[in-house]
């Protein structure tokens, strides 16, 4: 059974007694900085990503102009 909006009303006014408004407020605001530092490093690591690809086919490429063959295609 899920609790009504009553039971959630006096659930969040006991919470409010127990801790304070300035103490819920200091907890929302580190809550909300933890959310954008991670979504800032979310961003940052897809950002990085493509261009450690570009590298890895940049040497793929290199290897092939030089002209070296590898075990499987000399044979």
Same mark, same amino acid.
């Given at each position: 059974?899920?609790?009504s909006?009553w039971?959630i009303?006096?659930?969040?006014?006991i919470?409010l $007694?127990l801790?304070g408004?300035?103490?819920?407020r200091?907890v929302g605001?580190? $809550? /909300?900085?933890?959310?954008?530092g991670?979504?800032? /490093?979310?961003q940052?690591s897809g950002?990085?990503?493509?261009t450690?690809? $570009?590298?890895?086919?940049v040497?793929?490429s290199?290897?092939?102009k030089? /002209?070296?063959r590898?075990?499987? /295609?000399?044979?």
């Amino acid at each position: 059974m899920a609790p009504s909006i009553w039971q959630i009303l006096i659930i969040l006014v006991i919470v409010l $007694l127990l801790f304070g408004t300035k103490r819920l407020r200091n907890v929302g605001s580190d $809550l /909300g900085a933890a959310i954008k530092g991670f979504r800032k /490093g979310m961003q940052e690591s897809g950002e990085d990503k493509p261009t450690e690809q $570009l590298g890895q086919d940049v040497g793929t490429s290199d290897t092939a102009k030089s /002209g070296d063959r590898t075990e499987s /295609g000399s044979r």
